[in-house]
C-alpha cells in the first residue's frame, strides 16, 4: 500500500484506468435505459367524492289563468250595463234636476252627480277586475252597495216631487237592482272559492320562485291588499255623505235656507199675499229663483222697483248669499 508521500504514487487529479469510462466503439450502438411505464413517477391523487350540487327546483312555467266562475262572468257583464247606467244618469241630468228641485244651485246640482258618477264607475271597473283577477269581491261589493243606495235615494226622492219623472224613477230603480245583484254575485260561494284559489295559485307561484332562485323584490303573494280596502273605505265614506246631503235637500224642501256642498239655500221669499208689495207675476219669479232657476233672480232683479223686497231677494240670487250681484246671478254660478 502506497502512502501520500509514495513517490510511485500517481500525480492528484490522475485516474486509475479501470475508473475511466471505456471508449465508445464505433459500430456498436449505444446503450439506453429501458423505457418506463407511463405515470411512475407521479403520486396518486386520493379520489375525493363529489360534492353534491343542490337540486334546484325548475323555474315555474306561467300557466293559463282558469276561466272565472259563473257568478263573475254575470257581474262583469252587469257591471258593464252599470256602467253606461250611471253615465247615462250624469248626462242627462236626472240626479242633477232633484238637487236643483231640492234647493241647490245649479253649479252644485251639476257638480255632486258628476263627482259621484267618476267614483262609482272608477269602483265598479276596479271591483271586477279584481274580481275576476282572484283579487277578492270586496271593492265590488262595496261598489255594488254604493250603487244600490244612491240610486234608491234618486228614486225615492224623485217618487217625492211634484213632477214625478218615470223615466227617472225606472232608471234609478233599475240602477239599485244592479247594485244589489252585484254585492250578491261578488260574494256567492263560488266566487269565494275562486279568490281562495286565486290566492293559493299565487302562493304557489311565488314560493317556488324563491326556491329556484332567490330573488329579491320578488312579487308578495296576491291577496285583498290595502288598497283594496282603502279604496272601498273612500267610497263608503262618499257614499254615505252624499246620501245625506241628497236627503237633506231633499227634506229641507229647499226654504229654509239648508246648504249644499258648495253655496247655501235660498231663502224664504220676503213677500206674501198679504204684502202690499205683492204682485203675481213677480211672485213667480221669486219662486222659479227659489227652485234654482237663477235666470229668474236676474229677471226679478231687472223687474222691481229699486229698493223692493222683489229686488233684494232677486240681487241676492233668491237669498242664497249676503252678497249682491245685481242681476249676474247665471253669469256667476251657471
Known amino acids: 500500500?502506497?502512502?501520500?508521500?509514495?513517490?510511485?504514487?500517481?500525480?492528484?487529479?490522475?485516474t486509475p484506468a479501470w475508473d475511466q469510462p471505456a471508449p465508445q466503439q464505433s459500430g456498436t450502438p449505444g446503450w439506453t435505459a429501458p423505457p418506463q411505464p407511463a405515470g411512475w413517477d407521479q403520486q396518486p391523487q386520493p379520489a375525493w367524492p363529489a360534492q353534491p350540487q343542490p337540486a334546484w327546483p325548475a323555474q315555474p312555467q306561467s300557466s293559463p289563468l282558469p276561466v272565472p266562475p259563473a257568478p263573475l262572468v254575470v257581474?262583469?257583464?252587469?257591471?258593464?250595463?252599470?256602467?253606461v247606467g250611471v253615465v247615462v244618469a250624469a248626462v242627462v241630468g236626472g240626479p242633477g234636476d232633484l238637487l236643483t228641485e231640492a234647493g241647490w244651485l245649479d253649479a252644485d246640482a251639476d257638480a255632486v252627480p258628476a263627482?259621484?258618477?267618476?267614483?262609482?264607475?272608477?269602483?265598479?271597473?276596479?271591483?271586477?277586475?279584481?274580481?275576476?283577477a282572484g283579487r277578492g269581491g270586496g271593492l265590488l261589493r262595496t261598489a255594488g252597495i254604493a250603487l244600490a243606495v244612491l240610486a234608491a235615494a234618486v228614486a225615492i226622492g224623485s217618487a217625492l216631487t211634484d213632477e214625478v219623472d218615470g223615466v227617472r224613477i225606472g232608471l234609478a230603480a233599475a240602477l239599485a237592482l244592479a247594485g244589489i245583484a252585484l254585492a250578491v254575485l261578488a260574494g256567492l260561494a263560488p266566487s269565494t272559492r275562486w279568490y281562495a284559489?286565486?290566492?293559493?295559485?299565487?302562493?304557489?307561484?311565488v314560493v317556488a320562485g324563491v326556491l329556484a332562485r332567490p330573488v329579491p323584490g320578488r312579487d308578495q303573494v296576491a291577496g285583498t291588499g290595502a288598497g283594496w280596502a282603502v279604496a272601498a273605505a273612500v267610497l263608503a265614506v262618499a257614499t254615505v255623505g252624499a246620501a245625506a246631503l241628497v236627503v237633506g235637500g231633499l227634506t229641507g224642501d229647499g226654504d229654509d235656507g239648508d246648504s249644499g256642498l258648495f253655496g247655501t239655500g235660498p231663502g224664504e221669499i220676503p213677500v206674501d199675499v198679504s204684502d202690499p208689495e205683492y204682485d203675481p207675476t213677480l211672485h213667480d219669479l221669486a219662486e222659479d229663483c227659489r227652485d234654482g232657476d237663477l235666470d229668474a233672480c236676474d229677471t226679478l232683479y231687472f223687474q222691481t222697483p229699486v229698493g223692493s223686497e222683489y229686488e233684494q231677494y232677486g240681487t241676492t240670487c233668491g237669498a242664497r248669499t249676503e252678497e249682491e250681484f245685481y242681476g249676474t246671478c247665471a253669469a256667476e254660478f251657471d
Not at 1 to 14: H, K, L
Not at 119 to 127: D, N, P, Q
Open 1 to 14: 500500500m502506497s502512502s501520500p508521500n509514495d513517490p510511485d504514487r500517481p500525480a492528484q487529479g490522475w
Open 75 to 83: 257581474a262583469a257583464v252587469l257591471t258593464l250595463l252599470a256602467v
Open 115 to 132: 263627482l259621484l258618477a267618476v267614483l262609482l264607475v272608477a269602483a265598479l271597473v276596479g271591483g271586477v277586475v279584481a274580481a275576476l
Open 197 to 205: 284559489a286565486a290566492e293559493r295559485r299565487s302562493a304557489e307561484r
